[in-house]
């Protein structure tokens, strides 16, 4: 798509910040007001619009896409993104681990610990940790307060959290980013960790490589999303 306008700017109305092109509201897919909860975040997708150059790549605007599924996709079913979201609590990743013993387990200790023992003392939890790949449930108590957390969030924080805890597939590891007691060059390492295991000892795949790249762009834009939403 050709870029049609020539200047970018925000404007407060009720509700947060409007993005304007050519002093006109751009809105979403559906048509619905483009506003933004936080200056913060309104400069960010204003930042992403300024720059385009003749034509306009969509993919070079991640948080303008996790905007649009703020008010088109998670407004509309809170519900179901927050059951969504919830849910990886069950089969969080940190919780599933090599025999003991094994050197990648010893390694998960290490570093998935920390994560686990945060939230235990977080949300007043205990997490089942499990030797293997069998599911093993997690207790009614831990599930519940996991979601009551999930289900405070406002519509922009879960559309950047559902990404960050769909690529990481632990929603413990994402609300410790979240509540900054881990920074995101650690919780990236830690959701990787099985991946940067079995290179170390086999050597790196290109394709493998680049998927985990694409991976951490998503990753890494989600949580500037998330880090913009309260300003």
């Given at each position: 798509?050709?870029?049609?306008?020539?200047?970018?700017?925000?404007?407060?109305?009720?509700?947060?910040?409007?993005?304007?092109?050519?002093?006109?509201?751009?809105?979403?897919?559906?048509?619905?007001?483009?506003?933004?909860?936080?200056?913060?975040?309104?400069?960010?997708?204003?930042?992403?619009?300024?720059?385009?150059?003749?034509?306009?790549?969509?993919?070079?605007?991640?948080?303008?896409?996790?905007?649009?599924?703020?008010?088109?996709?998670?407004?509309?079913?809170?519900?179901?993104?927050?059951?969504?979201?919830?849910?990886?609590?069950?089969?969080?990743?940190?919780?599933y681990r090599a025999d003991p013993g094994d050197p990648l387990a010893e390694r998960q200790d290490r570093?998935?610990?920390?994560?686990?023992?945060?939230?235990?003392?977080?949300?007043?939890?205990?997490?089942?940790?499990?030797?293997?790949?069998?599911?093993?449930?997690?207790?009614?108590?831990?599930?519940?307060?996991?979601?009551?957390?999930?289900?405070?969030?406002?519509?922009?924080?879960?559309?950047?959290?559902?990404?960050?805890?769909?690529?990481?597939?632990?929603?413990?590891?994402?609300?410790?980013?979240?509540?900054?007691?881990?920074?995101?060059?650690?919780?990236?390492?830690?959701?990787?960790?099985?991946?940067?295991?079995?290179?170390?000892?086999?050597?790196?795949?290109?394709?493998?490589?680049?998927?985990?790249?694409?991976?951490?762009?998503?990753?890494?834009?989600?949580?500037?999303?998330?880090?913009?939403?309260?300003?």
């Amino acid at each position: 798509m050709k870029r049609f306008y020539k200047t970018v700017s925000i404007q407060q109305v009720e509700g947060g910040h409007a993005l304007l092109l050519d002093n006109r509201p751009v809105k979403t897919p559906l048509r619905e007001p483009l506003v933004l909860p936080s200056q913060a975040m309104a400069d960010a997708i204003a930042h992403e619009w300024d720059a385009q150059d003749d034509e306009i790549i969509i993919a070079s605007m991640p948080l303008t896409g996790f905007a649009n599924a703020a008010i088109d996709q998670v407004a509309r079913q809170r519900q179901r993104f927050v059951d969504d979201i919830a849910a990886y609590g069950e089969t969080d990743t940190l919780c599933y681990r090599a025999d003991p013993g094994d050197p990648l387990a010893e390694r998960q200790d290490r570093i998935w610990e920390p994560i686990l023992q945060w939230a235990e003392n977080r949300y007043d939890i205990r997490l089942i940790r499990v030797a293997g790949i069998i599911h093993q449930p997690q207790s009614a108590h831990s599930l519940s307060r996991l979601r009551t957390s999930v289900s405070a969030m406002d519509a922009f924080t879960l559309a950047g959290l559902s990404t960050l805890v769909g690529i990481g597939g632990s929603l413990v590891s994402a609300l410790a980013l979240l509540e900054q007691a881990v920074d995101s060059g650690t919780i990236w390492q830690a959701i990787c960790l099985e991946e940067l295991w079995q290179e170390e000892l086999w050597g790196a795949d290109a394709e493998a490589v680049a998927a985990r790249d694409h991976r951490r762009a998503a990753f890494d834009a989600a949580w500037r999303f998330c880090c913009t939403v309260n300003g």
